[in-house]
């Protein structure tokens, strides 16, 4: 028997969760389409899982699978489903997929989410005074403009001017901002975690690390307009401003 070229490898991918109560195609057209016109581009064919933990009515899948598919999305599987959903959802062609208890905080609103912002500040300013910058860094001498997208593969960027709204910057490493962010900025773009964003500036049309990201609604709090360090701490992003 000759050799066989297919394999079979478990691995793990950032997928984002949306969770909504009111799952009817509707409500889901209307929300996802402001969503989509903040960061049309980031959002162009992302992998999305449904959690239906909190809806308040039997979902018709099939329908919110042809709605993901007009807006460009791919709807992959849900979450947080009983028996009778996950059978519904299996029929309409979606993997049933399982939240674990980490990933149940990365679900809350944005809005929840942003509470957390100032945890832990002062060990994540140490941490941040320390991170390192690989050696081969991508190093952009100038402002990034409208409509450009700069990618580091393998590597950190460093912007040494501004990253201007409707700008791209992503790297599978870190991201340097020398100046103020109102673009879209990737970190972890690989899906390392353990990566970071710095900016002198913060505002932001969009940030991003290992799949987790938020939109300028979120961000605009306490750090807006200012230097600051964006990480991953237990599944959410959380911010602290540079000393």
């Known amino acids: 028997m000759s050799d066989q070229t297919l394999e079979l490898k478990g691995s ?40 239906v933990a909190d809806c308040r009515q039997t979902p018709d899948f099939a329908a919110i699978k042809q709605l993901f598919a007009e807006l460009n999305l791919v709807l992959v599987g849900v979450c947080g489903a009983g028996t009778e959903l ?23 609103t944005s809005a929840a989410a942003s509470n957390s912002n100032s945890v832990n ?16 860094a991508k190093i952009v001498e100038q402002t ?18 501004t990253v201007g ?24 773009a690989a ?16 940030v991003s690390i290992a799949g987790n990201y938020w939109l300028s609604e979120s961000l605009q709090g306490e750090f807006w307009g200012k230097s600051t360090c964006i990480k991953l701490q237990d599944d959410q992003l959380v911010l602290a401003e540079l000393g």
């Open 191 to 206: 899906g390392d975690r353990s990566k970071r964003i710095f900016c002198y500036n913060l505002q932001a049309e969009l």
């Open 144 to 161: 990034v403009r409208s409509g450009q997208q700069l990618y580091a593969k393998g590597t950190d960027l460093i912007v040494r001017g």
């Open 165 to 188: 709204a409707g700008a791209e910057v992503i790297a599978d490493g870190n991201i340097h901002i020398y100046g103020t962010l109102r673009g879209k900025a990737i970190a972890g």
């Open 86 to 108: 996950k059978q519904q959802a299996q029929q309409a062609g979606l993997a049933a997929l399982q939240l674990g208890k980490d990933n149940k905080a990365a679900t809350k």
């Open 121 to 136: 500040n002062n060990s994540l300013n140490n941490s941040a005074e320390s991170a390192t910058v690989a050696m081969d």
């Open 12 to 51: 793990l991918f950032p997928l984002s969760v949306l969770s909504c109560a009111d799952l009817s195609v509707n409500a889901l057209r209307a929300g996802l389409s402001q969503k989509l016109a903040q960061a049309p581009a980031f959002f162009y064919q992302a992998p999305i899982v449904l959690n």
